[in-house]
């Protein structure tokens, strides 16, 4: 995609970080913007810092866990910028540090809920407008590189971020023939306020939890953050991306090595076993068999368009 004057994104998480400077990035190059959180003074913050920039912006209050209130937002702005969404940033996310062995279902519950489910809700109630409007578009969802490797600390946000990116690889395979395109940022660091987190925990998932606030910690995470990239320079990445059509949004080149050692780890787990060649070699042949026959069956019931 090349054309973005004019196109309806919508934002989750859009008043703060990584969200606030892809509604920077984007609203400079002319789209329309629809900043969605669910904090609502930072919210109003946000939405008159880029009215000030010219942006023409929009400030919804929404807790992308939901559904209900995600159809009601997404009519909201539709109605308000008299246009289909064409541009989705699933940005919206939480982390909570805490030991695994210690984590209560409302620590899962909370941070897939935020992190994955969010996703969710984002694609299931904005994709079939997307289709239905004809007009190609783009679905940008945050994950982390804490998604491509499990965390004795941040376990839950790691394995939230490990399914985002998978989805997103999914839809990457599936909706190339609606002309919507499908990108994964998995940031490193970034200088937002995700280190007080733990602030914008519902009391009704706040019981038992493993996750503490330790002061110290947490300005320890801030000063991380601090010296994280900039969400603007992270935005720019982004907008490269879906100009591109990239799945994989890897701006963060410090991370290179340790995901190479990290790939190189689980290739060689296959050395740990022994195998019959011939077996395995009949087992591909099945496979393909069985790919082929999909493709081509996907393809009929599409009415002949080309599905990957
Ligand atoms: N900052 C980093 O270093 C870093 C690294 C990797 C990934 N990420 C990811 O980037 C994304 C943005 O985070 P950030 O760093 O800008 O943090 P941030 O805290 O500055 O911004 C996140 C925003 O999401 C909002 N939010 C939280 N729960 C919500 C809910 N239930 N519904 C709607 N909005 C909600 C918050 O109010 C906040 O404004 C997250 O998905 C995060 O996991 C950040």
Redesign the pocket.
């Known amino acids: 995609m090349q054309d973005f004057d004019g196109r309806v994104a919508f934002i989750?998480?859009g008043?703060?970080?990584?969200?606030f400077g892809q509604a920077q990035v984007f609203g400079r190059l002319g789209c329309r913007i629809a900043i969605?959180?669910?904090?609502r003074e930072?919210l109003d913050d946000a939405v008159r810092r880029l009215a000030a920039e010219g942006v023409d912006v929009h400030g919804v209050q929404?807790?992308?866990?939901d559904r209900e209130a995600w159809a009601r937002a997404v009519d909201e702005v539709e109605d308000r910028f008299a246009g289909p969404v064409t541009l989705l940033f699933n940005?919206?996310?939480?982390?909570g540090f805490g030991p695994l062995d210690a984590a209560t279902y409302a620590d899962f519950d909370w941070v897939m809920g935020?992190?994955f489910g969010?996703v969710v809700n984002g694609i299931q109630t904005v994709l079939p407008r997307m289709i239905r409007a004809g007009r190609g578009g783009h679905i940008v969802s945050?994950?982390?590189?804490?998604g491509f490797e499990g965390s004795p600390a941040a376990a839950i946000?790691a394995a939230s971020?490990a399914a985002v990116i998978n989805l997103m690889e999914s839809y990457a395979l599936s909706l190339g023939a609606h002309g919507i395109g499908a990108s994964v940022l998995c940031?490193?660091?970034?200088r937002?306020?995700?280190a007080?987190?733990l602030d914008?925990r519902p009391d009704d998932l706040a019981d038992g939890s493993s996750f503490r606030a330790d002061p110290g910690f947490v300005a320890a995470q801030q000063r991380l953050?601090e010296g994280?990239m900039d969400?603007v320079e992270l935005a720019e990445h982004v907008r490269h991306a879906i100009e591109h059509d990239l799945l994989y949004v890897l701006p963060f080149a410090e991370t290179r090595e340790g995901l190479r050692r990290h790939y190189e780890q689980i290739l060689a787990a296959y050395d740990d076993y022994r195998t019959d060649p011939d077996a395995a070699a009949e087992r591909l042949r099945a496979f393909e068999q069985y790919r082929a026959e999909s493709v081509r069956l996907r393809a009929s019931a599409a009415g002949g368009a080309t599905i990957r």
């Open positions: 989750t998480g008043a703060s970080g990584v969200g969605a959180d669910v904090r930072p929404l807790d992308v866990r940005t919206a996310g939480v982390n935020v992190n969010g945050v994950a982390s590189m804490a946000y971020k940031p490193a660091s970034v937002s306020d995700i007080h987190a914008r953050y994280g969400p």
